[in-house]
């Protein structure tokens, strides 16, 4: 008998690998020498893939099982004991369907190959309802402190004169008779490996199990009617234009009293006429006058939540930037911190006069020599920022 290949080199695997990358590697070659796949390949061919496929599950039943792959690691294929990797392709090992299943989603058909097991039949079919988007206009106010909305939409309800079942009485209402009540309908087809059962969506009951002899007049049997309602949402603080809020359960009712879909609520934030959002910080624009710069003065400031004054000291130069603290927007992931909040960048810019009659050229003219610049350190900083910044 020929020796067996190391479990790890049959995958293509290290031996430090994890067992996401186990599963990962065997799902590769499971697609790869699945039966199925090799059904018009020569003899040669379909005996190949058979063996490998063998191969390749045997190594991931010992490798995915961690008592298995320590003994093995340890010992070899004499740690197994008898089991040589227990994997009995003639029936001993019932569970590499439920392996197969895992791997692919729960989708896998099963095949009568390699001893006779076989895929499962899935669950009655359980409807969902299709979700509903709909967009609300914010205004950065309603943004600072979070609001509640009243939305109006039309969407599927379950059918209250039938109950949502599609039918009024419940002898209306029976056992499909091609499935039995499963849901699906099977056919067995042949290939070199054996006998394979497939499954598919009934095609009486649309993968029901049940069939309606007289649908409810309202709803058509589906157990759903069109209604206009008002949600009431409520909008956190801080959310941002584009963010998609998801409220579970307030899309569309499902068919026979399945699962809601879900109300997807996408902000669109309205623009404020003076201040700029970026984040959750604001940026405002105050314009200075030629003797309010020299001179200092005080300011008024547009916040959100009303107006704020600060004085400017005499000589500040255009450009400046002030910063309020914590006078921008809730940040949404803060959870109520008092670090949460944004500030409000407020950038001071001196207005120059393109034009002056002529006593003001004068006057200026006679000052001239006092404004030669004499920079201190603070504004050697902010030219030295702005000429970064060009």
């Known amino acids: 008998m020929a020796e067996k ?38 003899d040669a061919e379909k005996k190949t893939a058979e063996e490998n496929f ?14 298995k792959r320590a003994k093995y690691d340890q010992f070899g294929q004499a740690g197994l004991g008898g089991n040589a990797g227990g994997f009995d392709f003639s029936g001993g090992f019932g569970n590499l369907n439920d392996i197969l299943n895992d791997l692919f989603g729960g989708n896998f058909s099963g095949f009568g190959g390699f001893g006779g097991f076989g895929g499962g039949q899935q669950q009655q079919k359980v409807y969902r309802g299709r979700d509903i988007r709909t967009r609300v206009k914010l205004t950065l106010e309603e943004i600072a402190t979070g ?80 209604k206009r ?35 997807l609520i996408v902000i669109e934030e309205e623009t404020h006429p003076q201040l700029r959002r970026k984040g959750s910080n604001l940026f405002y624009t105050k314009i200075l006058s030629l003797d309010e710069a020299i001179l200092g003065t005080e300011v008024s400031v547009p916040c959100l939540d009303g ?19 914590g006078r921008g927007l809730p940040n949404i992931n803060s959870y109520g911190r008092s670090s949460g909040k944004g500030d409000l960048y407020v950038k001071l810019l001196v207005w120059i006069p393109r034009k002056l009659d002529r006593k003001e050229r ?17 504004d050697k900083a902010l030219f030295d920022t702005m000429k970064e910044n060009f």
């Open 5 to 42: 290949r190391d479990y790890y080199e049959v995958l293509g695997i290290s031996k430090s690998a994890s067992a996401d990358d186990i599963k990962s590697a065997y799902r590769k070659a499971a697609l790869k020498w699945h039966p199925d796949r090799w059904v018009s390949g020569t």
């Open 54 to 67: 063998k191969e390749a599950s045997e190594a991931y039943s010992v490798l995915s099982d961690p008592d």
């Open 147 to 226: 609001c509640a909305k009243e939305i109006s939409l039309e969407r599927d309800r379950p059918c209250t004169e039938c109950g949502g079942k599609g039918a009024k009485n419940e002898s209306d209402i029976k056992t499909c008779p091609n499935c039995h009540g499963s849901g699906q309908e099977q056919r067995v087809t042949n290939s070199f490996f054996g006998q394979s059962v497939v499954y598919s969506t009934c095609s009486r009951c649309g993968g029901e199990g049940k069939i309606i002899d007289h649908p409810c007049h309202s709803c058509g049997g589906t157990g759903l009617v069109r």
């Open 229 to 263: 309602e008002k949600v009431r949402v409520n909008i956190p603080a801080g959310v941002e234009n584009g963010m998609q809020l998801n409220i579970r359960g307030e899309g569309h009712g499902a068919k026979h009293n399945g699962v809601n879909g879900d109300l």
């Open 307 to 325: 107006t704020y004054k600060f004085k400017v000291d005499p000589g500040v130069q255009s450009g400046k930037i002030v910063k309020l603290k």
């Open 362 to 378: 004068e006057m200026i003219s006679s000052m001239k020599d006092s404004f030669k610049p004499n920079l201190s350190n603070e």
